[in-house]
């Protein structure tokens, strides 16, 4: 139980296009799903959180225009980075909390590997 | 300011060795967990833990936290090639909102062969 996916793993751009990174939640709801960008050798940097037909809300200096996040149903939640520029390259990695839980485990996805020409 | 210190950030050791990793905080947090990454892979959660003093066995592996519920350690005995990877530790702060994890820095830990 408890499974993540993420789609695609891995995608590479042209600079000026936009990219939807899916995330989804297969066996289980998740009412809060988190987006999270991953530099080389270094820990997680928490860009959103995303909770079910409502707002996302964005941490300080993540811009909200550029990264929109949808999450229309409890099992699905959208990155997608809009005008992408090589700056933008990056590990993005979600992770969802299950209605259900009870200490806040959250189940992570195993990424999407962005490269921006 | 890191909220949940990590240390050592990297470590290389020969198969066999014992490690420990640490993280510490001044906050209090409700409960902490231990995840293990593998390069280009997401986190994979370990352990919870969520009484301050519980300690966990995962084979090889011991999870502590701390009476006060400020610090945890993970320690691996006779470790093994296999252990090879990033190990993250994340709380979730007692009194904080929306269910935001906070993590540390991370550990990337090589076995030597």
């Known amino acids: 139980g408890a499974v993540v996916s993420q789609h695609p793993s891995w995608v590479i751009c042209k600079s000026g296009t936009s990219v939807k990174i899916e995330c989804r939640s297969l066996d289980f709801q998740a009412t809060t799903m988190f987006w999270y960008r991953q530099f080389p050798k270094q820990s997680l940097m928490l860009m959103a959180t995303?909770?079910?037909?409502?707002?996302?809300?964005?941490e300080q200096g993540v811009e909200k225009d550029k990264f929109l996040i949808n999450h229309a149903s409890l099992t699905l939640s959208t990155l997608t980075v809009t005008s992408a520029h090589p700056e933008d390259s990056s590990f993005y990695i979600c992770?969802?909390?299950?209605?259900?839980?009870?200490?806040?485990?959250?189940?992570f996805g195993p990424g999407t590997r962005l490269t921006v020409l | 300011t890191q909220l949940l210190e990590q240390s050592p950030q990297f470590l290389s050791i020969q198969e066999g060795e014992n490690l420990t990793v640490y993280c510490n905080s001044s906050?209090?947090?409700?409960?902490l967990q231990w995840y293990r990454q593998e390069p280009g892979e997401g986190p994979v959660l370990l352990v919870t833990v969520v009484t301050g003093g519980e300690v966990k066995k995962l084979k090889r592996l011991t999870f502590q936290f701390g009476d006060a519920r400020k610090d945890s350690s993970l320690h691996i005995t006779a470790a093994q090639p296999g252990d090879t990877g990033l190990y993250l530790c994340a709380g979730t702060r007692s009194g904080g909102s929306n269910y935001k994890l906070t993590f540390g820095k991370g550990t990337l830990l090589t076995v030597n062969p």
């Open positions: 992770s969802a909390r299950s209605q259900s839980s009870i200490n806040n485990e959250q189940f």
């Open positions: 995303s909770n079910e037909g409502s707002k996302a809300t964005y």
């Open positions: 906050s209090v947090f409700s409960s």
